[in-house]
């Protein structure tokens, strides 16, 4: 009786121990607690049709990301094809995948207009453009507690060099942003024949890189980084790891523009503007500011971005203070003659007016025995809006009522 027990016991091992390897060579079955899969982006950029070969490729185990439903207009992206079940609508593309994975394809033009200008453009020679708009934002659904890795590979003509946020992109790099369930390549990137510097300043790797040819001055912006980041790095400590200074065309858009870690600048825009502020040090703000939770005031977002652009440069001695004076008198003229208000969105007399509210509220602190620098820090926790800065105001104790109450009225 023992021994036939036994012989059951062994066949039921057995034919369990066959089932399960079974479901496993199916794929009908794996390690439940596995809920990780990884994606792939790559993108090959090719001048002549003006166009880049896009994919995204997923891997997994099982079915841990089910679907992914992107925000792809049909008036940019098209030609898709992939692996599993696809939706193509005028605005979104819904992917299913297969369980173990697979493969989405598409093309996408690396050209786009701002105004009658290009903030993105390829040429024969080189291209500047947004990872973002080469990847398309998506909605995903997928099993809870799921966890994504991925990484980013770009290729072109031969001999193109190629500069992301995430450093070179000759090799796979990871993508290193925060969106846990659908990690995908953001910010600013460069291409083609072009030269890049990089320093380490204020313990971030900088990189300053643009197409060659184009009047780039990379070691004069990294002198005026080595000159002002430490000091902007202390006002907003959570300053990304990384920075990527892009600069296009001559004929290309000219301003400025931040991204994730990155931005662009046109080649002719002044380090110091004639007025004393700085459209690298306005941008360097918002790149700074743009992971703050809550829905933000935009008079205050550009508020903080123009006054700092005057304040570093005053601290750090790139101005004098009567030219930082001078410079307020001339945004309080601004605000005056067009009737700057502290509204949203805000235009230029409207931030004029919102940098000389801050400039006062600045005085205003010191008076209680704190600083403006204090006060952002706590909104940094916060939020970029009246309501989180009457919360950090009551956060440093300081029990004042804000200079300008239509701040108030702007966050209703």
């Given at each position: 009786?023992?021994?036939?027990?036994?012989?059951?016991?062994?066949?039921?091992?057995?034919?369990?121990?066959?089932?399960a390897?079974?479901a496993c060579?199916?794929?009908a079955?794996?390690?439940?607690?596995?809920?990780t899969f990884?994606l792939?982006?790559?993108?090959?950029?090719?001048?002549e049709?003006?166009?880049?070969?896009?994919?995204?490729?997923?891997s997994?185990?099982?079915?841990?990301?089910?679907?992914?439903?992107?925000n792809?207009?049909?008036?940019r992206?098209t030609?898709?094809?992939?692996?599993?079940k696809?939706?193509?609508?005028?605005?979104?593309?819904?992917?299913?995948?297969?369980?173990e994975?697979?493969?989405?394809?598409?093309?996408v033009?690396?050209?786009?207009?701002?105004g009658?200008?290009?903030?993105?453009?390829?040429?024969?020679?080189?291209a500047v453009?947004?990872?973002?708009d080469?990847f398309?934002?998506?909605?995903?659904?997928a099993?809870?507690?799921?966890?994504a890795?991925?990484?980013?590979?770009?290729?072109?003509p031969?001999?193109?060099?190629?500069?992301?946020?995430y450093?070179?992109?000759s090799?796979?790099?990871?993508t290193?942003?925060?969106?846990?369930l659908f990690?995908r390549p953001v910010?600013?990137?460069?291409?083609?024949?072009?030269g890049?510097?990089r320093?380490l300043?204020?313990?971030?790797?900088?990189a300053?890189?643009?197409?060659?040819?184009?009047?780039?001055?990379?070691l004069?912006?990294?002198?005026?980084?080595?000159?002002?980041?430490?000091?902007?790095?202390?006002?907003?400590p959570c300053?990304s790891?990384?920075?990527?200074v892009?600069?296009?065309?001559?004929?290309?858009?000219?301003?400025?523009l931040?991204?994730?870690?990155?931005?662009?600048l046109?080649?002719?825009?002044?380090?110091?503007?004639?007025?004393?502020?700085?459209t690298?040090?306005?941008?360097?703000v918002?790149l700074?500011?743009?992971d703050?939770?809550?829905?933000?005031?935009?008079?205050?977002?550009?508020?903080?971005a123009?006054?700092?652009?005057?304040?570093?440069?005053r601290?750090?001695?790139g101005i004098?203070?009567s030219?930082?004076?001078?410079?307020?008198d001339s945004l309080e003229?601004?605000?005056?003659r067009?009737?700057?208000?502290?509204?949203?969105?805000?235009?230029g007399?409207?931030t004029?007016f919102a940098?000389?509210?801050?400039?006062?509220?600045?005085?205003?602190l010191?008076?209680?025995d704190?600083?403006?620098?204090?006060l952002?820090?706590?909104?940094?926790g916060h939020g970029?809006?009246?309501?989180?800065?009457e919360?950090?105001?009551?956060?440093?104790?300081?029990?004042?009522?804000?200079?300008?109450p239509?701040a108030r009225?702007?966050?209703?």
């Amino acid at each position: 009786m023992r021994h036939s027990v036994g012989l059951l016991n062994r066949r039921v091992v057995a034919l369990l121990t066959g089932l399960a390897m079974a479901a496993c060579a199916d794929g009908a079955a794996v390690d439940p607690g596995d809920r990780t899969f990884s994606l792939s982006y790559r993108a090959t950029l090719q001048p002549e049709t003006g166009m880049a070969a896009a994919e995204i490729l997923l891997s997994q185990r099982q079915s841990v990301l089910l679907a992914l439903d992107f925000n792809a207009p049909a008036s940019r992206f098209t030609a898709f094809e992939g692996d599993g079940k696809l939706e193509v609508s005028e605005e979104r593309v819904l992917w299913t995948p297969p369980a173990e994975g697979g493969s989405l394809r598409y093309r996408v033009p690396i050209d786009h207009l701002r105004g009658d200008a290009h903030d993105a453009r390829m040429t024969d020679d080189w291209a500047v453009f947004r990872l973002d708009d080469l990847f398309p934002a998506a909605r995903t659904r997928a099993l809870k507690d799921s966890e994504a890795s991925a990484t980013l590979r770009l290729r072109g003509p031969a001999g193109w060099r190629f500069e992301t946020p995430y450093g070179p992109s000759s090799e796979p790099v990871h993508t290193l942003n925060r969106d846990r369930l659908f990690p995908r390549p953001v910010g600013w990137a460069v291409a083609g024949q072009i030269g890049v510097r990089r320093e380490l300043i204020a313990e971030r790797e900088v990189a300053v890189a643009a197409p060659v040819g184009q009047g780039f001055r990379r070691l004069d912006i990294l002198a005026f980084l080595h000159w002002t980041l430490p000091d902007l790095v202390d006002v907003f400590p959570c300053f990304s790891e990384r920075l990527l200074v892009v600069g296009g065309g001559r004929d290309m858009w000219r301003g400025g523009l931040s991204g994730p870690a990155s931005l662009y600048l046109h080649p002719d825009r002044p380090l110091i503007s004639e007025n004393g502020t700085s459209t690298l040090l306005h941008e360097l703000v918002h790149l700074a500011v743009r992971d703050v939770s809550g829905k933000p005031d935009d008079w205050l977002v550009e508020g903080l971005a123009e006054y700092y652009s005057l304040e570093i440069l005053r601290r750090t001695g790139g101005i004098s203070e009567s030219r930082f004076e001078a410079a307020l008198d001339s945004l309080e003229e601004w605000a005056d003659r067009e009737g700057g208000r502290l509204t949203s969105p805000s235009k230029g007399a409207d931030t004029a007016f919102a940098v000389l509210m801050l400039h006062e509220l600045a005085g205003t602190l010191a008076r209680h025995d704190t600083t403006l620098d204090l006060l952002v820090h706590e909104l940094l926790g916060h939020g970029l809006n009246a309501q989180a800065l009457e919360t950090g105001l009551a956060s440093l104790g300081v029990d004042v009522a804000l200079p300008l109450p239509v701040a108030r009225e702007a966050a209703e």
